[in-house]
């Protein structure tokens, strides 16, 4: 009897011994909440001495506004005995002796006594780490760019004002949500298997290598971004910082960039076929005047004068063939570079006008569609394409007569006008749609069909200067239908040899 | 022996003929425009064999180097043997019509004297070389 009441004694003695040396504040309560015991550490954390607690109701070490709800959770725990945290969810908050509140965490253990169910409570003031966690808020706070912090299954649990800003939600509306609601809704369905596989190889690292990102606005519209991915270990178990970085300017700077580039490979590739036409298209008549010349001498000599008349005749063909070859030459480097200003023309009368002063022979007309577009654009250039491309289907008809058409319809970019001129002349075969945009090409000999070449090459020019493109619909046999695209709105589409 | 002028330009082909007829040759000549009429030529059987090819390099529809290429890979028509004569300086012309296996490329620089010697070498040539029979 003696020798069990010594056990007991020896085993209580024990449990005060580890209680005392735990590293936190513990603190045993009966059912009531009554204190009966502590250890130095909650003398230390609270203020209090160990005298002043024991047999005190545990609310003392509470802030008042949580003493009322108290006795009610007690209740709750004694009637589920086990261990557990407790206010799961909630901020806990400790009270000093000297009316000062500070973070916690307790832990809740149930301990079976003589005098019935007792709770021993580990108590630990978690200032430090909740110092630490604002200080991180802070940084995240600071950053440049967008910061969002997400759970494993893509809930957002942070965000910076940068992000607030960026993707035009207030705070309150993205905590809590998925981030789903910061990506293009296309994105959706693949972004939970590439954030479990972030998750499933965890270091930090740029999202997407080598895809395009982008990121979605409140208002629907989306931005290209740059997106690095961290991984973070909290208490709650990893999260992902995300760093946001909004590149639209890098993007179009870029773009700009390569707009440029094309330009300048264009005019090299122009160039290259200048000095190409220049050696042969240009030499070929004067060539010819020599070899003429040198006829007329020989004929002369040899009292042949019946032939004089037509070497004459060549002859002027030839200079005059030469002067349309500068001439257009001419033009054609001068095409894309803004000539005259931005004014409201009415299409149809415009090409009424042009298509008379070309002085069609008899027998040709002009039918123009009657809703043509009236809209504010660069005429010269438009002018000077509807001017080669009239002057192209009566230059080339095979028939005494001929009808040209002038149509419109929506263009497969919004942002342009498609027009077409349609002939009903000899038609062109597929295989040389594309050579007849090129400069200088003719489809027939130039003794024949007097023409530089260049028609076309100018009309394509001038179209893609702004931004369009030219194409042929003609089955080879009969007509003609030359498109091309012409934008709706000109501002900011003017050729770049002028913005410079 | 039938001399082949494929050129667009009249002045070339007019120039051609003085000089034969200035070397008392009465060979028979055929002109084509470009390319594609002299390959509808040829394949129609409108040139009488022996034919030697003079042809230039710039044309319109098909130019020279592209008869070339239908020329070669047409098993009637790949023996036949042509000179370029042309006023493109361009290495890259000179070498992918050497690639076509051309008899010869002869650069018109010079305005007068050309078309004679031109003629004149084209004389020479079939009077020495055996070419080949076309087998119908």
């Known amino acids: 009897m003696g020798d069990y009441t010594g056990d007991i004694d020896r085993a209580n003695q024990r449990f ?81 002796k000297d009316g000062s509140e500070f973070p916690v965490e307790v832990g809740l253990n149930p301990i079976e006594t003589e005098d019935g169910i007792k709770v021993l409570s580990a108590i630990t003031d978690i200032s430090a780490r909740k110092r630490m966690e604002a200080r991180f808020r802070q940084v995240v706070e600071a950053a440049p760019n967008a910061m969002v912090m997400v759970d494993k299954s893509g809930i957002i649990e942070m965000v ?118 220049a050696s042969h298209d240009l030499k070929s008549p ?89 809209f504010t654009t660069l005429a010269t250039p438009l002018e000077q394409v509807l001017r080669n491309l009239f002057t192209n289907a009566i230059k080339h008809h095979d028939r005494s007569s001929g009808c040209i058409k002038l149509n419109w319809a929506n263009a497969a970019n919004k942002d342009y006008y498609e027009f077409s001129v349609t002939d009903d002349g000899p038609g062109i075969p597929q295989e040389y749609h594309e050579r007849v ?28 200067t702004y931004g369009g493109n030219t194409s042929i619909v003609s089955d080879g046999s009969r007509g003609s239908s030359i498109h091309f695209t012409w934008p709706i709105r000109i501002e900011g589409r003017l050729p770049i040899a002028n913005a410079s | 022996m039938t001399l ?36 509808n030529l040829l394949r129609a059987g409108e040139i009488p064999a022996p034919f030697i090819i003079l042809l230039d390099l710039n044309m319109p529809r098909m130019n020279g180097l592209e008869f070339l290429e239908a020329l070669r890979t047409d098993p009637m028509l790949t023996h036949a043997v042509v000179f370029v004569l042309t006023t493109s300086k361009s290495d890259e012309d000179l070498v992918a019509a050497y690639r076509k296996h051309v008899a010869g490329y002869v650069f018109k620089q010079h305005m007068d004297r050309d078309f004679l010697e031109v003629i004149g070498l084209v004389e020479h040539y079939w009077r020495l070389v055996e070419l080949p029979v076309t087998k119908e």
């Open chain 1, 437 to 464: 945009f090129i400069m200088f090409q003719t489809l027939r000999p130039r003794d024949e069909v007097e023409g530089s070449g260049m028609g076309l090459a100018l009309v394509k020019k001038i179209v893609e």
């Open chain 1, 160 to 277: 910076n004002t940068q992000a607030e800003n960026i993707f035009g939600y207030s705070r309150a509306e993205l905590l809590g949500q998925t981030v789903d609601m910061l990506l293009p809704t296309r994105f959706h369905h693949q972004h939970p298997h590439h954030r479990d596989s972030f998750f499933s190889d965890l270091h930090p690292r740029a999202m997407g290598a080598g895809r395009d990102l982008y990121g979605r606005r409140k208002d629907g519209s989306e931005f290209p971004v740059e997106v690095g991915l961290n991984p973070i270990e909290t208490e709650e178990g990893i999260k992902v910082l995300s760093a946001i970085t909004d590149i639209s300017a890098r993007v179009k700077a870029g773009e700009r960039l390569a707009e440029h580039r094309n330009e300048l490979e264009r005019s090299n590739r122009e160039l290259a076929t200048f000095a190409y036409v």
């Open chain 1, 16 to 96: 005060r011994q580890v209680v005392e040396a735990a590293p936190n504040a513990m603190v045993m309560v009966d059912k009531s909440g009554t204190i009966e015991m502590v250890n130095t550490q909650t003398e230390k954390i609270f203020g209090y001495s160990r005298t002043e607690l024991l047999g005190q109701s545990i609310d003392i070490l509470l802030p008042e506004r949580f003493r009322h709800q108290h006795p009610h959770h007690r209740a709750s725990f004694f009637s589920d005995l086990h261990p557990r945290a407790m206010g799961a969810g909630r901020d806990l908050y400790g009270r000093r």
């Open chain 1, 286 to 374: 004067l060539r010819g005047i020599f070899q003429i010349s040198q006829w007329i001498e020989e004929d002369l000599k040899s009292g042949d004068t019946l032939s004089i008349p037509s070497h004459m005749d060549m002859l002027r063909g030839r200079l005059r063939r030469m002067e349309h070859l500068l001439d257009d030459l001419l033009a054609y480097s001068r095409a894309g570079r803004q000539e005259g200003s931005i004014s409201q023309i009415e299409l149809g009368s415009l090409a009424k006008n042009i298509f008379e002063m070309q002085a069609p022979p008899n027998g040709f007309n002009l039918e123009v569609a009657e809703d043509l577009p009236i």
């Open chain 2, 4 to 39: 082949f002028i494929v050129d667009d330009d009249d002045i070339d082909a007019i120039a051609l003929e003085r000089a034969l007829r200035k070397l008392r040759l009465l060979n028979t000549v055929r002109r084509a425009h470009d390319g594609q009429e002299a390959l």
